[in-house]
């Protein structure tokens, strides 16, 4: 060792500083690379560790062949050896940066925390004051529209009256109304009831008809997470099932608070093994129970109103499928994806319907900026290589189709169809960093950075199969009917669905994520001379119970109500009410048709007492006519006592004169009087009739 010391004293300065600054220089940067490539889990794990390996060998190959270059002669193989392991720490920098940009863009994906934020709003063209009732909902799981308002009351010191509803869009058309003065909502609600109607008489959207009194937000844990609560972390090298759920929205990024529209929710289903997705688009009009707000039933977008997490629970329970992963993306980010993938093919459908006399024939749709006029986006019918606002137009447009969001649903799958095979053709970093970098600020998810790069290996299968077959896309299609249901003051425009066509559905999903075996088909025909296309798993199955509605009895009588009640099991009651119409028939009843059958315990039906407004009219008339007979009574009574007072003074005269008249007067009888008539029983007095019919 002193030899060693000795040799390095006499040893060229120059060479000293190159070895140290070679040894630091390297040090450093593998050391930076080590702490990159070690975030890579799940991907080409073996090269990863052979490749730390090899870096670490040459660092101790050369800090011994540079210490016998400096202490030796052997000047040339000292500066072979130096250059060469210089060389390695620009490219240990580049490849360390570019992997923890990547890492950095992915983490972005996933945020442990948001943004939670409560609005009080009120009416434009009222004035809010500690008379007018507050409207908040009364579910306490609800952080924007129940916990943070508490908390805004309790800061601004609010003593208004506070009226719970059960759900939002109550709550919304009783502000229109005028029967609450304000009411709490999400900061997000323009986007969120954007498309909600609210009042027949008043269509107007709800963002130009309020304004905000007061906001208040707080920074809180992202509870959207909870649905990995007690699931262990994997590689999504197993069948997984992940819920894409669209925000339709203007602005580029994500709200940072949980509320959204909810208008696209398709779910997913892939099976790495056999490289098998299956997609099912859930209609936004699908009359379904909404888990977070004890299952009472409403459109399954509603559930959006209360945050990622109702909306995975509701899906839940609507298909018995446990939901692994969501994925929220505003729809803005569309046209950059498509974009950064060089656009995608699509069949484009010929729409039912023309957006206006110009664009007969063409789909025609507002651009991602919701602007029309010069900036209208048009897609001709057919196959057509869509840009980013193209795609968006298309995935957006359903009121050129007949049959609205049913044909959004299928657009939808189509274009991600689509996507998923552009993707295939990414052969560089390069590309999927453009790919990442325009989805990166529009889109959610509760995967971990590992668990999306964990895909790798799924990803590097179907890179390697250039066929197109290489991923198999299954789409399915929900049998639905129409099924107006009756909210409070107003029909809404549900969407029913059939059972058995849902049960399809879900068997599809259950077998690609291997939790049912798949039934075999024995049997199958073809012809020839027909187009054969691929049938959507669901289309065109009717079968099962269909959601029923509480009919309307008006213009029926008792002995049909009551026969529909004691068949459905509910109890009727019968209350009697002045009308023109015959008597007995139902002239209205409690609860309105259109509500849910199931949710009718009792049910008051209101008869016509058979008394019409003419009949009481003529009634009213003859007591007018009797009070004139009274007073032509009283006169006469009167001008007999006159006649009677004259003929005697006309006796003490000599009478002669009168006797005629007071003759004629006795000869002539009394008119009748008529007695009044007796009051007429009035339909308060009468017993209110109950009983199970």
Known sequence: MNVLRRKMKRASKIKKFFYYLTILAYGATFGYFIYGIL??????????????????????????????????RKSKMFVVVTILTLLFTPAFTFSSYYINKIYGTISKINSNTKTYATNLIALKDTNFNEMKIIGMVESESDIEG??????????????????????????????????????????????????????????????????????YSEDMANQDNVVIENKPTRKLTEPFTILVMGVDSDKDGLKANQAFNGDTLIMVTFNPKTLTATMFSIPRDMYVPIACNHNREAKINSSAAYGSSCVISTVQKLTGISIDYYVKINFKGVVQLVDALGGVDVEVEKPDFAYDNHHVGQVCEQDSNRAEGKYLVCIKPGMQHLNGEQALAYSRCRHLYATGDIARNAHQQLVIEALAQKAKGLRSLTDAENVLNAVANNIETNMTPEQIMSFYSVAKDVFRNSSSNALSIKKTHLAYYNLPVWQGSMYTSALGYYPDSLKEITKLMR????????????????????????????????????????????????????????????????????????????????????????????????LSSGKKVEEKDEEEDKDKENDKDKDKEENKDKDKDKDKETEGGNSQGGGSQSGGNQGGNDNKPDEPVTPDPEPEPQPGDQEVETGNE
């Open 39 to 72: 975030k890579l889990k799940g991907i080409e794990d073996l090269v990863r560790y052979v490749a730390i390996a090899f870096f670490g060998i040459w660092l101790l190959i050369y800090m011994l062949l540079g210490l016998v270059g400096v202490i030796s």
């Open 146 to 215: 129940n916990q943070l308002a508490k908390k805004l009351i309790q800061k601004e010191n609010l003593t208004n009256k506070i009226q719970t509803y059960s759900d939002y869009p109550s709550m919304i058309s009783d502000l229109y109304k005028g029967r609450i003065g304000a009411c709490f909502v999400t900061s997000n609600y323009a986007i969120t009831f954007g498309n909600e109607i609210f009042s027949e008489t008043d269509p107007t959207p709800l963002a130009e008809k309020v304004k905000v009194l007061y906001e």
């Open 511 to 606: 077998v690609n994520l291997g939790l049912e075996a798949e039934t075999p088909v024995k049997t199958f025909s073809i012809s020839f001379n027909e187009h054969y296309e691929t049938p959507l798993v669901g289309k065109g199955v009717y079968g099962g119970a269909k959601i029923s509605t509480l009919q309307s009895f008006i213009g029926s009588n008792r002995s049909t109500a009551g026969a529909w009640c004691e068949q459905n099991g509910i109890t009727c009651y019968y209350e009697t009410r002045e009308s023109e119409e015959p008597e007995g028939v139902i002239i209205d009843q409690n609860p309105h048709a259109g509500v849910l059958t199931s949710n009718v315990k009792t049910i008051t039906f209101y």
